[in-house]
């Protein structure tokens, strides 16, 4: 893989892995749904297959959209009172964005080892392919987090902040 490709998916890594499952999720209820109709009879794994597919699709996209600021209500919050209240405002938003995403990663955890035995019903395979989805979407999204965090620091106290944006 060239070196252009590899930047590509390194960077649109949640982007990618989130359409992949999301693929995955349409085209297994589309055949699934064609085969009922044409043979009166669907693939036994086709509902647990696309709905751990869509598990990941959720939290990966959910990351994804965080990173390009896409959750309007955080949005929301940061755009109000004049610019020195609004780059402090942010700050303390992506500080609570990372403990609570953090927290929950600590608690995804507990939850894979807690249930590390237990199978999924039909494949019979290992639930934790199906609860690392939330361990792989927060941990993105704490990371983000603290990308933004500390943007938003250089913002309040940098250069940009005496320059007045």
């Given at each position: 893989?060239?070196?252009t490709?590899?930047?590509f998916?390194?960077?649109?890594?949640?982007?990618?892995l989130s359409?992949?499952f999301?693929?995955?999720?349409?085209?297994?209820?589309i055949v699934?749904?064609?085969?009922r109709?044409l043979?009166q009879g669907g693939?036994f794994?086709?509902?647990?297959?696309a709905?751990?597919?869509f598990?990941?699709?959720?939290?990966?996209?959910?990351?994804a959209?965080?990173?390009?600021k896409?959750?309007?209500?955080?949005?929301?919050?940061s755009?109000?009172?004049?610019?020195i209240?609004r780059?402090?405002?942010?700050?303390v938003i992506d500080?609570?964005?990372?403990?609570?995403?953090?927290?929950?990663v600590?608690?995804?955890i507990?939850?894979?080892?807690a249930?590390k035995?237990?199978r999924?019903p039909?494949?019979?395979v290992p639930?934790?392919?199906?609860n690392?989805?939330?361990t792989?979407g927060?941990?993105?999204m704490?990371v983000?987090?603290?990308?933004?965090?500390?943007?938003?620091?250089?913002?309040l106290?940098?250069?940009?902040?005496e320059?007045?944006?």
């Amino acid at each position: 893989m060239s070196t252009t490709a590899s930047k590509f998916v390194f960077k649109n890594f949640d982007f990618l892995l989130s359409g992949f499952f999301l693929c995955i999720t349409v085209s297994v209820v589309i055949v699934n749904v064609g085969l009922r109709y044409l043979f009166q009879g669907g693939l036994f794994w086709a509902e647990e297959v696309a709905t751990t597919a869509f598990i990941w699709s959720v939290f990966v996209g959910s990351a994804a959209a965080y990173r390009y600021k896409m959750h309007i209500g955080i949005d929301m919050i940061s755009k109000v009172g004049p610019p020195i209240w609004r780059r402090f405002i942010a700050v303390v938003i992506d500080l609570l964005m990372f403990i609570i995403n953090g927290y929950i990663v600590y608690l995804s955890i507990l939850y894979i080892l807690a249930n590390k035995l237990k199978r999924t019903p039909v494949l019979d395979v290992p639930a934790i392919y199906v609860n690392l989805a939330l361990t792989v979407g927060f941990s993105l999204m704490a990371v983000y987090a603290l990308a933004f965090l500390y943007q938003d620091l250089g913002k309040l106290f940098g250069k940009q902040a005496e320059e007045g944006e």
